[in-house]
C-alpha cells in the first residue's frame, strides 16, 4: 500500500468529451472470465472498440445477499438480474455509433446476451476510484508493482498519492492468459480523477483491463498496514 496525507484539491471543470453508455441486458448466464469472449462479440458489431478513449466493462453482478459470494473458479456462471447493466466508455463522436448494439444478441461463451435501451451518463469525478483488472506484466512483488502504476501516473501527470493492490486475477483468450490486479486509488483531485476515468490505464481495455470506475470513500484504509508492516 502507498499512502500520503491529504492537500487541498482544486475543482474542474467537467466536461462531455468522453462518456459512460450503460445498455440493459437480458442474460440467463455468464461465465465469470467472460472478458475476452464478450469483446470478441462486441468487436463483430463496434470493430473500433479498440481505439484510444474506448473500452469495455466486464459484467459485474450483487456479490452479496442471502449468502452468495462471487464464485473464485472462472469457469463458474454469474446469474445477471434485470437490474445487472452493460456498459463502455466511449469517445462521444462515437455514441451514435453504438447505437448499432441496440437489439444485439451476443453470444458469450455459449450463452446469450441481449442488449438494448442505451443511456448516456456523464463523467464525473470521484475522489476514490478503482480498476478490477491492472495488468502485472508478471510482477509478482506487491511494491514493484505499486511502483511501476506510481511511475506510469506520473507519465500522465497524474500525481497519486494513495493507491492499494487488491486481488489478483487471471483472464484466459486464445493467445494465452492474462494476469491482473485490482486497483484502488483514493484522494484523488478532480482533474486527475476525470483524466483517469477518461483514459484509463495500460492496454487491453477493450476487455475492461485498466478502467477505473467510481468506489465508496475509504479513510479507514488509512489504518491498515502495508504490506512491508506486516
Same mark, same amino acid.
Given at each position: 500500500?502507498?499512502?500520503?496525507?491529504?492537500?487541498?484539491?482544486?475543482?474542474?471543470?467537467?466536461?462531455?468529451?468522453?462518456?459512460?453508455?450503460?445498455?440493459?441486458?437480458?442474460?440467463?448466464?455468464?461465465?465469470?472470465?467472460?472478458? &475476452?469472449?464478450?469483446?470478441?462479440? %462486441?468487436?463483430? %458489431?463496434?470493430?473500433?472498440?479498440?481505439?484510444? *478513449?474506448?473500452?469495455?466493462?466486464?459484467?459485474?453482478? %450483487? $456479490?452479496?445477499?442471502?449468502?452468495?459470494?462471487?464464485?473464485?473458479?472462472?469457469?463458474?456462471?454469474? &446469474?445477471?438480474?434485470?437490474?445487472?447493466?452493460?456498459?463502455?466508455?466511449?469517445?462521444?463522436?462515437?455514441?451514435?455509433?453504438?447505437?448499432?448494439?441496440? *437489439?444485439?444478441?451476443?453470444?458469450?461463451?455459449?450463452?446469450?446476451?441481449?442488449?438494448?435501451?442505451?443511456?448516456?451518463?456523464?463523467?464525473?469525478?470521484?475522489?476514490?476510484?478503482?480498476?478490477? &483488472?491492472?495488468? $502485472?506484466?508478471?510482477?509478482?512483488?506487491?511494491?514493484?508493482?505499486?511502483?511501476?502504476?506510481?511511475?506510469?501516473?506520473?507519465?500522465?501527470?497524474?500525481? %497519486?498519492?494513495?493507491?492499494?493492490?487488491?486481488?489478483?486475477?487471471?483472464?484466459?483468450?486464445?493467445?494465452? $492468459?492474462?494476469?491482473?490486479?485490482?486497483?484502488?486509488?483514493?484522494?484523488?483531485?478532480?482533474?486527475?480523477?476525470?483524466?483517469?476515468?477518461? $483514459?484509463?490505464?495500460?492496454?487491453?481495455?477493450?476487455?475492461?483491463?485498466?478502467?477505473?470506475?467510481?468506489?465508496?470513500?475509504?479513510?479507514?484504509?488509512?489504518?491498515?498496514?502495508?504490506?512491508?508492516?506486516?
Amino acid at each position: 500500500m502507498f499512502w500520503q496525507e491529504d492537500d487541498d484539491k482544486p475543482a474542474v471543470a467537467i466536461t462531455d468529451d468522453i462518456v459512460e453508455l450503460i445498455f440493459k441486458i437480458k442474460c440467463q448466464a455468464i461465465p465469470v472470465d467472460h472478458a &475476452y469472449a464478450l469483446s470478441q462479440s %462486441v468487436l463483430k %458489431v463496434l470493430p473500433w472498440l479498440e481505439e484510444d *478513449g474506448a473500452g469495455l466493462h466486464t459484467i459485474h453482478v %450483487v $456479490t452479496s445477499g442471502n449468502g452468495w459470494m462471487r464464485p473464485e473458479n472462472p469457469d463458474e456462471l454469474l &446469474y445477471p438480474s434485470k437490474r445487472t447493466r452493460f456498459s463502455l466508455r466511449v469517445p462521444k463522436e462515437r455514441i451514435s455509433d453504438a447505437e448499432k448494439l441496440d *437489439g444485439v444478441e451476443l453470444g458469450i461463451a455459449g450463452n446469450s446476451l441481449i442488449v438494448s435501451e442505451m443511456k448516456i451518463k456523464q463523467i464525473e469525478p470521484h475522489e476514490t476510484l478503482f480498476s478490477r &483488472y491492472l495488468i $502485472t506484466d508478471e510482477i509478482e512483488d506487491e511494491e514493484k508493482f505499486l511502483e511501476g502504476i506510481f511511475e506510469q501516473l506520473k507519465s500522465m501527470d497524474i500525481h %497519486v498519492r494513495k493507491m492499494m493492490c487488491g486481488k489478483e486475477n487471471r483472464i484466459k483468450t486464445n493467445d494465452g $492468459t492474462i494476469k491482473t490486479r485490482s486497483m484502488m486509488l483514493a484522494d484523488l483531485d478532480d482533474e486527475a480523477s476525470l483524466k483517469l476515468q477518461k $483514459t484509463g490505464l495500460g492496454s487491453l481495455q477493450h476487455m475492461g483491463c485498466g478502467l477505473f470506475i467510481p468506489h465508496r470513500g475509504i479513510k479507514a484504509v488509512s489504518s491498515i498496514p502495508s504490506s512491508s508492516e506486516k
